[in-house]
DNA sequence: CTTAACCTGTACAGATCGGTACATATAACA
DNA sequence: TGTTATATGTACCGATCTGTACAGGTTAAG
């Protein structure tokens, strides 16, 4: 009944989303792995799209925490940041717990640009790509906008790519990649 | 009972899958959209898993001809046809039917390595990046396979990020991306 | 101890899942 | 026309889906 009974069921509820597909994964599922019985659950949440939502927007913190604030910690320059994030990503990538995006396989499952699980994933890949444009921006590159959205497109193929491939590879040729783009807007 | 009576289960199948998913779509549903009879559809396709191959095999057809044809009549150098690859890209993500790519899909809701529906995803993008990187080491790029698959990077990004945000920008910031890329590697 | 508020587990509802048994219709050939 | 082979439609199987009704247990106040 504690909020964090609630916290635990949303972590174990997003290890198997995560692992194993939303529309896979049934209540009944996630019943037997929490222990706990179906009626608290529906108690906590009121439907599995309530559950959905209270996954991805743990994992939006999650990653705000893994990408932002490691990538700021590395680097304290703008410019050097622009770099440093894709350090953040193959740490995330060869961590060993990586399976793609978790909002990129949400919005592939929910496609309708109305739902709100699309939502919630467009707003999470939003505000990593605000914060790319914004060291851009704070770094002095030509065209801060540009800079940002092709750094998050490279941050994403490498993902996509590594989901697919797996390794990390993916990583290291976005990051390279991205030292050219950065050194191109910056010079 | 003819072949073209499969194919066209096989377009209508594809059409749904890629609008709503595998696991969202009921064999029901299919039955029901195409017309014909249940016996009759387990009687072309085995199972579902068998159905869900043959129209990511159709589609892997549909967009080698998309992509790689087009661009090959696009530019008739190497070095021309890495860029126009993102025009290629770019007619179909802003062409209307653009839902994403189905082989990310697929690979998001069957995330085991080992599933055919995941090998065969691996496969297709494999063709795609290989395609790019031949490109490259005839265009003598100083680093062909790497330009090869950052290039590949853009356009998977370009398609995840059309698909989460809307619009075709993203297909416009890829290819400047590639411009610098590639003008980078060809120096 | 009694009563009332809650929390939990189980059993189930109604729908849908992938897949099949079987009876009927249709066609090919004798 | 009679017979046989195949194609189809329907009705159904057991399992599973999301979600709920309800009875029994637990706790706290009076």
């Known amino acids: 009944m504690t909020a964090s009974k609630k916290e635990e069921l949303i972590d174990k509820a997003l290890e198997v989303f995560y692992r194993e597909g939303f529309h896979a994964t049934g209540m009944d599922r996630l019943v037997a792995v929490t222990g706990i019985s179906k ?16 996954t991805l927007e743990r994992r939006h913190k ?7 604030d490691r990538t700021d910690e590395r680097a304290d320059t703008p410019a050097k940041r622009l770099i440093a994030a894709f350090d953040s990503l ?6 060993g717990r990586f399976q793609s995006c978790m909002f990129i ?13 699309h ?18 921006r704070a770094a002095n590159a030509r065209n801060p906008e540009q800079l940002g959205h092709q750094l998050m497109l490279l941050q994403e193929g490498a993902i996509v790519t590594a989901h697919l491939q797996g390794g990390s590879e993916a990583a290291d040729d976005a990051k390279a990649a991205a030292e050219v783009l950065v050194a191109a807007a910056l010079a």
């Open 39 to 54: 009626t608290s659950m529906y108690k906590h949440f009121k439907t599995k799209e309530d559950l959905i939502l209270a």
């Open 90 to 95: 193959k740490d995330w990538i060869a961590g």
């Open 105 to 117: 396989k949400a919005s592939s499952e929910f496609q309708d640009p109305a739902h709100p699980i």
């Open 62 to 68: 999650y990653l705000m925490s893994l990408i932002i």
């Open 119 to 136: 939502k919630i994933s467009a707003d999470h890949k939003r505000t990593l790509q605000d914060y790319l444009v914004a060291q851009a």
